[in-house]
């Protein structure tokens, strides 16, 4: 079991990541963040929650009953990858991880993010 900073750490050494947090989506605030460089990561954390909060009401309003395990946003240069959490403690999470996308490997990214979402301790 990993907290959340050890968890984070080890999301920044996926291969090609650039930036990595853990949001609450109830209230749009990071619970922790590494990397980043010129990428503020709190108005990321904010703007995915309202992503996310999309995504279940659009799902909700369908009339699917499931829950969506990963959004993913492609931009020229980066993945953005959101793993909302599946465990009972990691309700209303998501992990947040920015990939640059000529040194990222996307599966294998998705996996190493489950790996490390099955591992956390809150």
Do not use: C, W
Request: net charge negative; aromatic share 4%.
């Amino acid at each position: 079991m990993n907290n959340v900073d050890e968890t984070l750490k080890s999301a920044l050494e996926i291969e090609g990541a650039i930036a990595a947090a853990l949001v609450d989506y109830e209230t749009g605030m990071s619970l922790g963040a590494v990397g980043g460089g010129t990428l503020d990561l709190d108005v990321a954390a904010a703007g995915n929650t309202d992503v996310v909060r999309a995504e279940l009401k659009t799902l909700q309003r369908l009339g699917l009953n499931d829950t969506p395990e990963d959004i993913l946003v492609t931009l020229g240069s980066q993945f953005h990858l959101i793993r909302l959490l599946q465990s009972k403690n990691g309700q209303g999470l998501f992990l947040y991880l920015v990939l640059d996308r000529g040194r990222a490997n996307l599966a294998m990214a998705r996996r190493l993010l489950t790996v490390l979402e099955r591992g956390i301790e809150l």
